[in-house]
């Protein structure tokens, strides 16, 4: 924009922006007259400009602000879990792999008691010199709804409970029918001799 000096007329330019948003003092570079530029009107204000009479919120109540949002977080988080735990079985139907938080925290599921092992057997043998152990059995569907097919772990133990070797087998179906039994087969090869017994678990099947 053009900038006049009112007292020796003369004319100079200046950016619009270098007045601000309220004017400033310039001086005139010519007589030294110093006065009160305002930008004009059609001037573009500043978008962060600070509302006249506004002051902002003392420390103590941003802070008191902060605490009610992180009590409110805290609030919908207790929620969720308590929803999750008491609908749990809901929960372990529409995500299977959730299955084992629940187990950790000692929470039973009806799949647990719906769905189970049966008619296990173990047996020792050599194929082509090589030292094979077979765990054959069945997962039962006891309940009176489909349920996710869990996958089957046999984790073969030694003396004091020490656990010597694990194998995960899936059974290749994404659920059990009501009353349904499905078999299954873990082959593990050259198994710990000093391996004792062992133990069976149903767990979620990977994806």
Not at 71 to 86: D, E, H, K, R, T
Not at 112 to 122: L, P, W, Y
Not at 175 to 185: H, L, N
Request: proline fraction near 8%.
């Amino acid at each position: 924009m053009i900038l006049v000096c009112p007292a020796c007329h003369t004319r100079f330019h200046i950016e619009v922006g270098a007045l601000g948003t309220h004017g400033r003092k310039v001086r005139c570079a010519k007589c030294r007259q110093v006065w009160h530029a305002e930008p004009p009107e059609d001037a573009p204000r500043e978008l962060a400009e600070t509302p006249a009479g506004y002051a902002p919120p003392p420390p103590a109540a941003r802070r008191a602000g902060a605490g009610v949002l992180a009590w409110f977080g805290a609030s919908l988080c207790v929620a969720a879990l308590a929803y999750a735990v008491v609908y749990r079985d809901d929960v372990v139907r529409a995500w299977p792999q959730s299955a084992p938080l629940f187990r950790t925290a000692n929470l039973t599921l009806a799949i647990d008691e719906a769905v189970k092992v049966e008619d296990v057997a173990a047996s020792r043998m050599f194929e082509s010199g090589v030292s094979v152990l077979v765990v054959e059995g069945a997962i039962v569907n006891r309940s009176n709804a489909a349920a996710p097919a869990p996958a089957v772990r046999v984790v073969l133990i030694g003396e004091q409970g020490r656990e010597l070797a694990t194998e995960l087998v899936t059974i290749g179906a994404v659920e059990i029918s009501a009353g349904d039994r499905v078999p299954f087969t873990a082959r593990m090869i050259n198994p710990p001799r000093e391996a004792s017994t062992y133990r069976i678990s149903l767990e979620a099947a990977p994806t």
